[in-house]
Nanobody, 121 residues
Framework: QVQLVESGGGLVQAGGSLRLSCAAS????????MGWYRQAPGKQRELVAR???????NYADSVKGRFTISRDNANNTVYLQMNSLKPEDTAVYYC???????????????WGQGTQVTVSS
């Protein structure tokens, strides 16, 4: 089992910045993808950004140029630096990792508990 602990959410004015962190712990042999999703009230959960073990990234069009995802493989941690925040970025942000608990074992998907990001206009 893998546990994810998120931090860094909060209330910020439009144009401001926040940095989210998500630390994974538990039975981890390797982590492949790490990413952030968000869910606004009344909307479906959507991808914000993902980063694979080699460092390649992909972003939702709505956050390109404003958000940056990065990872610390030594500490099994993924970050999301959010700049130039807009009111439409308001949502609960969830961390997601795809990890393997033993060599040759299956890959599982794990989710964090979510952290609220609120951007005021």
């Amino acid at each position: 089992q893998v546990q994810l602990v998120e931090s860094g959410g909060g209330l910020v004015q439009a144009g401001g910045s926040l940095r989210l962190s998500c630390a994974a712990s538990g039975r981890i042999f390797s982590i492949n993808d790490m990413g952030w999703y968000r869910q606004a009230p009344g909307k479906q959960r959507e991808l914000v950004a993902r980063i694979i073990s080699g460092g390649s990234t992909n972003y939702a069009d709505s956050v390109k140029g404003r958000f940056t995802i990065s990872r610390d493989n030594a500490n099994n941690t993924v970050y999301l630096q959010m700049n130039s925040l807009k009111p439409e970025d308001t949502a609960v942000y969830y961390c997601n990792v795809l990890s393997i608990s033993m060599a040759g074992g299956p890959q599982y998907s794990y989710w964090g508990q979510g952290t609220q990001v609120t951007v005021s206009s």
